[in-house]
């Protein structure tokens, strides 16, 4: 894919995460063809994605949530836009399909936790979680609580140090990576977390792992 087209949220999640797909793409050899942004809440799309549409891209990179996002799907393929769309993270839901139906079957997706993975540990929080929340599958922000809490359990496990400052020594002289249900989890020298990216896609109604992983 070389021709990539960016539509995104005008909040700070989808514009800063818009700049750095854009450098990103530019980097690898692609070029930013188009770039539309909307407002969360927005209802309409279709000038956006008309001006999308003339440049002819073989990939639009969807920056936001998923409520405006199952709209964009719907009206890009009633503009005749079938072009493969990649969603954020903010994507990461089944409400997506609930919202979008047939119009968001095959969207790509970026996330930090793929439930349909054949991992124990994860297939053991997703049942637990489904039973918990009227058979809902987790969404990645649940999946990051949970492995959050876990860490912190982890190192006070070793340390034997409950208090606030005990669990930040312990998590700045952390130097093994930790296994969660979201992946091996380690932290820069800025403290920012590092963790391991997922692609999902919308198949048959359904976020299964993508055939091509990062």
Same mark, same amino acid.
């Given at each position: 894919?070389?021709?990539?087209?960016?539509?995104?949220?005008?909040?700070?999640?989808?514009?800063?995460?818009?700049?750095?797909?854009?450098?990103?793409? =530019?980097? *690898?050899?692609?070029?930013?063809?188009?770039?539309?942004?909307?407002?969360?809440?927005?209802?309409?799309?279709?000038?956006?994605?008309?001006?999308?549409?003339?440049?002819?891209?073989?990939?639009?990179?969807?920056?936001?949530?998923?409520?405006?996002?199952?709209?964009?799907?719907?009206?890009?393929?009633?503009?005749?836009?079938?072009? $493969?769309?990649?969603?954020?993270?903010? &994507?990461?839901?089944?409400?997506?399909?609930?919202?979008?139906?047939?119009?968001?079957?095959?969207?790509?997706?970026?996330?930090? &936790?793929?439930?349909?993975?054949?991992?124990?540990?994860? $297939?053991?929080?997703?049942?637990?979680?489904? *039973?918990?929340?009227?058979?809902?599958?987790?969404?990645?922000?649940? *999946? *990051?609580?949970?492995?959050?809490?876990?860490?912190?359990?982890?190192?006070?496990?070793?340390?034997?140090?409950?208090?606030?400052?005990?669990?930040? $020594?312990?998590?700045?002289?952390?130097?093994?990576?930790?296994?969660?249900?979201?992946?091996?989890?380690? &932290?820069?020298?800025?403290?920012?977390?590092?963790?391991?990216?997922?692609?999902?896609?919308? =198949?048959?109604?359904?976020?299964?792992?993508?055939?091509? $992983?990062?």
């Amino acid at each position: 894919v070389k021709k990539i087209a960016i539509v995104h949220s005008d909040n700070d999640y989808g514009k800063g995460l818009a700049d750095a797909f854009e450098a990103a793409a =530019k980097a *690898a050899g692609g070029e930013i063809v188009a770039r539309e942004q909307y407002t969360d809440g927005d209802t309409d799309f279709k000038a956006q994605l008309t001006k999308v549409k003339d440049q002819a891209p073989e990939l639009i990179f969807l920056s936001g949530y998923y409520p405006e996002g199952s709209k964009i799907a719907a009206q890009a393929k009633e503009l005749g836009l079938n072009t $493969q769309l990649l969603g954020s993270d903010g &994507f990461g839901s089944d409400e997506l399909i609930k919202l979008g139906g047939a119009s968001v079957e095959g969207m790509l997706i970026s996330t930090f &936790f793929d439930y349909s993975k054949d991992d124990p540990a994860i $297939q053991k929080f997703v049942t637990t979680y489904k *039973a918990n929340n009227n058979g809902d599958n987790p969404d990645w922000f649940a *999946a *990051a609580a949970y492995a959050v809490v876990m860490l912190m359990a982890s190192l006070v496990e070793k340390s034997g140090d409950f208090s606030r400052e005990g669990i930040n $020594q312990a998590l700045s002289a952390m130097t093994d990576e930790y296994q969660g249900i979201t992946g091996r989890i380690k &932290f820069d020298e800025n403290g920012d977390v590092v963790k391991p990216l997922n692609i999902v896609i919308v =198949k048959d109604g359904r976020l299964v792992t993508a055939p091509k $992983q990062p």
